[in-house]
């Protein structure tokens, strides 16, 4: 098995010799990954990677949703059950299984990433097979066994300028701090490039009171904070003093996954619900109505502090209710559902988006609203960006898509560059190589057509790739 090295570029050879030079501009820039979801307790501790199998296979839904759609399920890739049911434990035969299923991710981004991984991380220049699934197996742990394989080692190698992780309000914030510690004693950054590790505010475990446990989290949040959440402006002066302790640990943006992109502002009308919700009084239109009147009382607390707020709607989580009762949240039952922005979002745009001090950025997992509304917004709002294809679009022919859709209307620069998404560690190269690639494809094609000059898509590729995610996300402070 190798790396081509034109892979993803284009057929013709005389774009894809204008792609190679602009894949080379990129090549060796830092990686910025500010909307994650690698656990800040891996980089924290330090401590070695568990064995292959819970490495690459056990923690990633997009492995086991396509597995368990050829009839394996998640207990037999090794993810625990939530019903106390048995579940296989043994890494070495969960890779056997993994491996034995390798082909059905032919063509595939996770397939690629997985590649790229194995041999430029890992050293692995072979296919994975039946045949080879041991030899893969001995030879990952025991790379994984040496400290050059250290989380903070990789960290280093892999070049993160910034690793940004997704924390609830609820959630604790030590490893931040004990990262922070680390710094001060060292009186550097501990990545040897001075890379660094930092929260992000993502609310929704407090905002959708259908969610369970949510009563117990409205009253932890009280206990972290002094405030009494038993009223709805306690609350919001709970979320905004949780806010600043994550700014104070790194946080330059709040993300928000809600069901869909409805805002309403309406600030009575959310205390009343919240008023409902914790007496257990609230009906379902209530519950539905909550998350999108507390978007925008977020964005008025974005407009204080300054967080810049991430928007990915669109998901229609658990939808597999087996799975869901069986293996819990993050197991691959989730689907994408069509979305509507243009009139979701005018309640909240009314309100700051023309605002100086307010950024929004918008994802989607619905691409046919990529040319007719969220390319139009960009172009229409000084505070609104669009975010890089993610999920089940974060693909080379998706990527393309979005690029063909979008720039012709808001451009390159109402985009805010590309993010990972991932809790994969290993695999962030190679994520953020295949949207260089990709990017480097697209604008070289713009530069064989002769919409642009050379010297404009060397300048473009550099902006995606590093200046404008550092800007947008507010990574330059």
Not at 175 to 191: F, I, K
Not at 251 to 268: F, I
Not at 424 to 450: G, K, N, T, W
Request: one cysteine or more.
């Amino acid at each position: 098995m190798t790396l081509h090295p034109d892979r993803l570029f284009p057929a013709d050879e005389r774009t894809r010799a204008i792609a190679r030079e602009l894949h080379r501009q990129t090549a060796d820039l830092p990686l910025l990954s500010p909307h994650g979801h690698v656990d800040p307790r891996l980089i924290a501790e330090n401590l070695p990677f568990p064995d292959p199998a819970r490495l690459f296979v056990v923690p990633d839904h997009y492995l086991t949703r396509m597995l368990y759609s050829q009839g394996v399920t998640p207990g037999e890739l090794g993810v625990a059950s939530v019903r106390g049911e048995p579940s296989e434990i043994d890494g070495r035969t969960i890779w056997g299984r993994f491996a034995e299923h390798y082909r059905l991710f032919r063509g595939t981004p996770s397939k690629l990433w997985l590649d790229h991984t194995f041999a430029e991380v890992f050293g692995i220049y072979k296919e994975l097979g039946p045949d080879t699934a041991d030899e893969f197996y001995d030879h990952l742990s025991a790379r994984l066994a040496e400290p050059a394989y250290r989380p903070r080692a990789l960290f280093e190698r892999f070049n993160i300028e910034v690793l940004a992780t997704t924390e609830s309000p609820v959630d604790s914030l030590e490893p931040h701090a004990a990262l922070a510690a680390q710094t001060a004693a060292d009186g550097r950054a501990w990545g040897g490039r001075g890379g660094k590790v930092v929260t992000t505010f993502r609310p929704d475990n407090l905002v959708e009171p259908g969610w369970p446990g949510w009563h117990d989290r409205v009253e932890a949040l009280a206990e972290l904070t002094g405030e009494d959440t038993a009223t709805f402006d306690g609350f919001l002066t709970a979320l905004r003093s949780r806010r600043r302790d994550f700014i104070a640990a790194g946080a330059t943006c709040t993300d928000h996954g809600n069901l869909t992109a409805y805002t309403e502002d309406d600030p009575k009308a959310a205390a009343e619900i919240y008023a409902r919700a914790l007496a257990g009084e609230a009906d379902e239109a209530e519950i539905l109505r909550f998350p999108g009147l507390m978007l925008v009382e977020f964005a008025r607390m974005s407009v204080e502090d300054g967080l810049v707020m991430q928007l990915h709607p669109g998901s229609n989580r658990n939808h597999n209710e087996w799975l869901h009762a069986g293996w819990g949240r993050d197991v691959g039952g989730d689907i994408p559902n069509a979305t509507e922005y243009t009139r979701a979002l005018k309640p909240l745009l009314d309100a700051f988006g023309n605002h100086p001090r307010f950024r929004i950025v918008l994802y989607t997992l619905d691409e046919t609203v990529f040319s007719r509304e969220l390319a139009p917004l960009a172009g229409g709002y000084a505070s609104v960006f669009l975010g890089a294809p993610w999920w089940f679009l974060d693909s080379p022919e998706g990527m393309r898509r979005f690029r063909e859709a979008v720039h012709e209307t808001a451009g390159f620069y109402n985009t805010a560059g590309f993010v990972d998404d991932t809790r994969a560690f290993c695999s962030i190269p190679a994520r953020h190589d295949l949207a260089r690639r990709i990017d480097a494809a697209y604008l070289a094609r713009l530069v064989a057509e002769h919409r642009m000059t050379d010297a404009e898509a060397a300048d473009v590729a550099v902006d995606l790739a590093y200046n404008l995610p550092r800007k947008i996300y507010g990574l330059e402070k």
